[in-house]
């Protein structure tokens, strides 16, 4: 039987990995490699990189912005391929088959489109047909406006008029394989997961989703595979306030009779970069 | 002394499968040149995306008369991988219909997921219909990773090797004497991953 999965999100913002608050502020929780040795050590189902840098909001006070030790995602996904041999996403800043073609080549799996196809649902179709539905991740960003949810983009910055699970029916005609949702407005809060809503989309759709934003607790993971129809559960902050993160997540969703892949542990060669 | 040749076509996951075979300590080398074809001792057939492309990509770059020669007449140990795997069929249905290689008879189409979410994404158990060398020290339930919408049916029953339910069962690992090919990817799939490679690497 497949197994539901978990999934580790990690926020890289100029080079680092961050912490982020309803895509509003962002702490800095320092360099990405150890993060990323330690969650494949602890054998992630999978992970998602999402590169959140956005050159024009650039935070010319912080003093840590020209460290020699910043790595570009290029140089991350490259040296985790070498080494920990697992699943891996990588979304934002693509706006091309080109930068789609130099994700996969340095070993990412799938891609997340998010704003790109908001400005060219063709986008989604062609990226589709060139590279198979497997390999295109909708990601789908939704906030609360007046009491209605809406899909936005560019980081949150622009509100479109869509809605989200009329959204997601669209890419999912359009050829995405899979739908990563998340609530701006939950976004490191810790309130858990938008639950109506995850499962309103998962139940329109045929293609797997992945719930994402909100996660304060192992208990709110255990809720997001109980009480919706979603294919996989996603939280980035979480898993970085403890160790051995990962491995105490699947422990309580084992606990709770969930059928997710069970602990496990990987060892990873040294990473290079 | 064992050299892997990781055939190069343009597939996706070719460096993801250089990666897993490199980190064996063995001499690996992607490559689509008959010579590195026939000095190797396995060769492996990448493979992601859809059937129809990989399958001209295949035929445009690959030394298939050689292939043919080292792996159907040579009995060289031969893996594919996902749609490595698909194209060892004679024929897919996945948009509009293809041949493939005709290796190990049988057709490609679409999963039957009754209603499950499709593409099949993640990681799902495996269980052997006999014995084979390649799987062995994995256990019946052993996860590996998989990401796919369609399978392999094989003609003859004794083809599959193992597999793997999903709304319906189907085939996860065909063989036949030397030709291997698995629906899943080792490349992502951790120890289990590493020990199948390590199984493919140990047969002559």
Redesign the interface.
């Known amino acids: 039987?497949?197994?539901?999965?978990l999934i580790p999100v990690l926020l890289l913002r100029n080079g680092w990995l961050v912490q982020s608050k309803q895509f509003r502020r962002w702490q800095n929780l320092g360099n990405p490699i150890t993060a990323v040795k330690r969650l494949s050590e602890w054998?992630s189902?999978e992970l998602i990189y999402l590169d959140i840098s956005r050159d024009e909001t650039y935070d010319l006070r912080r003093d840590d912005l020209g460290h020699p030790n910043r790595h570009t995602i290029f140089e991350i996904i490259e040296d985790v391929?070498?080494?920990?041999?697992?699943?891996i996403t990588v979304g934002g800043r693509i706006r091309s088959l080109v930068d789609i073609e130099r994700r996969?080549?340095?070993?990412a799996?799938?891609v997340a489109i998010n704003t790109k196809a908001i400005e060219d649902p063709e986008f989604v179709s062609i990226a589709a047909r060139e590279?198979?539905?497997?390999?295109i991740v909708a990601s789908i960003d939704f906030r609360e406006i007046n009491g209605i949810k809406l899909v936005v983009g560019s980081g949150a910055h622009e509100v479109t008029t869509f809605e989200p699970c009329a959204w997601a029916r669209r890419v999912e005609d359009l050829g995405a394989?899979?739908i990563l949702l998340n609530s701006v407005d939950r976004d490191g809060m810790r309130t858990g997961y938008d639950l109506e809503l995850i499962d309103a989309v998962s139940q329109r759709?045929?293609?797997?989703?992945i719930a994402c934003g909100g996660v304060g607790n192992w208990g709110h993971l255990a809720e997001g595979l109980e009480k919706t129809h979603a294919?996989?559960v996603a939280a980035a902050n979480i898993f970085h306030y403890t160790d051995q993160s990962v491995f105490l997540a699947k422990k309580h969703l084992v606990a709770r009779k969930l059928d997710v892949?069970p602990p496990?542990l990987?060892t990873v060669?040294e990473l290079r970069i | 002394m064992v050299r892997v040749c990781v055939l190069n076509y343009g597939s996706g996951n070719v460096g993801s499968v250089f990666n897993l075979f490199s980190s064996l300590d063995v001499t690996v080398k992607v490559s689509n040149r008959s010579s590195d074809v026939e000095h190797a001792t396995h060769i492996v057939l990448p493979g992601v995306g859809a059937f129809g492309a990989a399958m001209r990509k295949i035929r445009n770059t690959l030394p298939l008369e050689t292939l043919e020669n080292t792996v159907l007449g040579g009995g060289k140990p031969f893996l594919g991988i996902c749609v490595g795997m698909q194209v060892l069929a004679d024929t897919s249905t996945e948009f509009g219909e293809h041949s493939g290689l005709g290796w190990i008879s049988g057709r490609v189409e679409k999963l039957d997921a009754r209603g499950l979410p499709l593409p099949h994404i993640g990681w799902n158990d495996i269980a052997p219909s006999r014995e084979d060398p390649l799987l062995h020290e994995l256990q019946a339930d052993t996860d590996f990773y998989f990401l796919h919408s369609f399978a392999f049916r094989p003609a003859r029953i004794d083809d599959t090797l193992a597999t793997a339910e999903f709304g319906e069962r189907f085939c996860a690992i065909v063989q036949r004497d030397n030709i291997r090919g698995v629906q899943f990817h080792p490349e992502k799939s951790q120890n289990a991953g590493i020990q199948l490679a390590r199984n493919f690497l140990g047969m002559s």
């Open positions: 039987m497949k197994k539901r999965r054998a189902d391929s070498k080494n920990a041999f697992m699943p996969l080549a340095v070993g799996d799938k590279f198979g539905s497997q390999c394989g899979e759709v045929r293609i797997p989703v294919d996989a892949r496990d990987f060669r």
